[in-house]
């Protein structure tokens, strides 16, 4: 990386040097801070009615989060609208009741952890984007995306994470535009780069954390659950003993369940022989209330 006062983790400060050696375009756009020009942009779409979509990627830790609740800030200033956690989602659910109360140019900033990561062009993450993009043309709504699974074709521009002054809470971010070309081509050109400063709502930190152990525990219930079911119905099913191996046990399990992950075989198949195991005092009582008849 160019000396100076911007600095990240040393093997991110490799990774944006070799993106800035290989490319001359990026070159040209860290000599061009743009900070007022998009922010000015930001007041102008908002004055004169119209909404603005920007996508915010880069690796966690990055200053995702903080720049995009810099530019919430910077829109809600110009809309006249009250700053308020509130507009910091996490989820489908959450976004679709705070549309029951909004009006066009209300601003709203989709954190990363909006959705479930299910696999980088995975149907569903397509499906919930597509639903995002109708409810922009419907009501004219500002949406401030953080590490989006792809790019979005509808924002007005791309912002890319590059590094962060610690000492002066400053983050730094690569303005790209988006154009799409007639043949369906993506164009994205990096134009400057853009300053904000190290900006967290009130009360974000303890809704992020809510969450996140929210969904934990719902998620861990569900799978514990789930697990234990399709485990006793593979030992009602199968007549598996004590020395079945691991690999025929992992077998009938997809018989009964096939399509689930690697992981969750392992869990399925730990609960099988658990269950074999508890069950073998009960057996071996039997067998020898047996052996007493006789």
């Known amino acids: 990386m ?53 996508s915010i990627i880069g690796a966690t830790g990055s200053g995702k989060s903080t720049i995009g609740q810099h530019l919430y800030e910077v829109a809600c ?15 489908q659910t959450e976004l679709l009741e705070r549309l029951k109360e909004v009006y066009s140019g209300h601003t709203f900033v989709i954190d990363e952890y909006f959705t479930v990561r299910t696999g980088v062009g995975a149907y569903r993450e397509q499906e919930i984007m597509n639903w995002i993009q109708q409810i922009v043309r419907a009501y004219q709504l500002n949406f401030i995306f953080c590490c989006p699974l792809e ?3 509808l924002s007005h521009y791309l912002l890319k994470t590059m590094d ?27 134009l400057g780069y853009l300053l904000t400063p190290y900006t967290e709502l009130p009360g974000y930190q303890q809704k992020k954390m809510d969450f996140i152990e ?10 514990h659950e789930k697990h234990r079911d399709l485990a006793g119905k593979v030992v009602d099913t199968y007549n598996i003993k004590k020395n079945t191996p691991a690999k025929v046990v992992r077998v009938l399990v997809e018989e009964i369940e096939p399509g689930l992950a690697e992981s969750e075989y392992d869990k399925v198949t730990d609960y099988v022989r658990a269950f074999i195991m508890m069950q073998e005092p009960e057996k071996q009582a039997k067998t020898q209330a047996k052996k007493a008849v006789k």
């Not at 860290?30 to 942009?41: C, F, G, K, R």
């Not at 200033?77 to 989820?91: G, M, R």
């Not at 002054?165 to 081509?185: A, K, M």
Request: charged share 20%; hydrophobic share 35%.
């Open 2 to 54: 160019p000396e100076g006062k911007f600095y990240s983790s040393p093997l991110y400060n490799i990774q944006n040097f070799q993106r800035i050696e290989q490319d001359p375009t990026l070159q040209m756009a860290l000599t061009n801070n743009i900070s007022p020009v998009v922010e000015q942009d930001i007041r102008f779409r908002i004055n004169h009615h119209l909404n603005f979509i920007i």
């Open 77 to 91: 200033s110009a809309s006249k609208l009250p700053i308020t956690v509130d507009d910091i989602i996490f989820e």
């Open 151 to 153: 790019i979005n074709k």
């Open 164 to 190: 962060i002054d610690y000492e002066n809470r400053l983050n730094r971010s690569i303005v790209h535009s988006i154009d799409i070309e007639p043949n369906g081509f993506v164009a994205i050109n990096p």
């Open 214 to 223: 929210t969904r934990l525990q719902q998620k861990g219930t569900k799978l």
